[in-house]
T-cell receptor
């Protein structure tokens, strides 16, 4: 079955350590996203990528880094510069539309498919 | 800038009651898309519905219905005859059509935690 696989599901890290969260999709989606979820805060966009070898910062990119070497993979590294890394991290993917107008084949209409998430706790 | 507000942090009802989750959005664009997602305790977000800004028809899917009103910038979600399995966090989200195409993700509200008591 097609879907998004995130690993590990739970991760513990000591302060000062970098940690990388894996995200793999077999949906043949072009676009991939990383969101952070904190209790009562909803989901906030960290980074997103529309094509291989290209990515853009989202609303809260500081202290995070990503790479997109393959279409299927979009790993997220939480660096030691991230001051409050304890959170639930969700990866998503979508098709990419470049049309205009109000139809569902147009940019902005893309439905995101989410992975099951990775919960990071800093000790 | 776009913004989504879900003022209800938590709602608790008894099974079989009807419940409405509110969503108010802000956007400068005339073309935009609204979504609802469900997040069960397992954590994975599940897509429920997508509407575009030019289609204000209400939609019904089984026990779920959605009321889109551009005049009040609202996109409310009603569950009729709620069931325990409906217990989850529900997110409303907004996406604007990008002039150059492509995709830059969704803007989410903070979510409403719905508790259905047996």
């Amino acid at each position: 079955d097609g879907g998004i696989t995130q690993s590990p599901k739970y991760l513990f890290r000591k302060e000062g350590q970098n940690v990388t969260l894996s995200c793999e999709q077999n949906l043949n989606h072009d676009a991939m996203y990383w969101y952070r979820q904190d209790p009562g805060q909803g989901l906030r966009l960290i980074y997103y990528s529309q094509i291989v070898n290209d990515f853009q910062k989202g609303d809260i990119a500081e202290g995070y880094s990503v790479s997109r070497e393959k279409k299927e993979s979009f790993p997220l590294t939480v660096t030691s510069a991230q001051k409050n890394p304890t959170a639930f991290y969700l990866c998503a993917s979508s098709i990419l539309s470049f049309g205009t107008g109000s139809g569902l084949g147009n940019s902005g209409a893309n439905v995101l498919t989410f992975g099951a998430g990775s919960r990071l706790t800093v000790l | 800038a776009q913004k989504v507000t879900q003022a209800q942090t938590e709602i608790s009802v008894v099974e079989k009651e009807d419940v409405t989750l509110d969503c108010v959005y802000e956007t400068r664009d005339t073309t935009y898309y609204l979504f609802w997602y469900k997040q069960p305790p397992s954590g994975e977000l599940v897509f429920l519905i997508r509407r575009n800004s030019f289609d204000e028809q209400n939609e019904i899917s089984g026990r779920y219905s959605w009321n889109f009103q551009k005049s009040t910038s609202s996109f409310n979600f009603t569950i009729t005859a709620s069931q325990v399995v409906d217990s989850a966090v529900y997110f409303c989200a907004l996406s604007e059509a990008l002039a150059g195409g492509g995709a830059d993700g969704l803007t989410f509200g903070k979510g409403t935690h719905l508790i259905i008591q047996p």
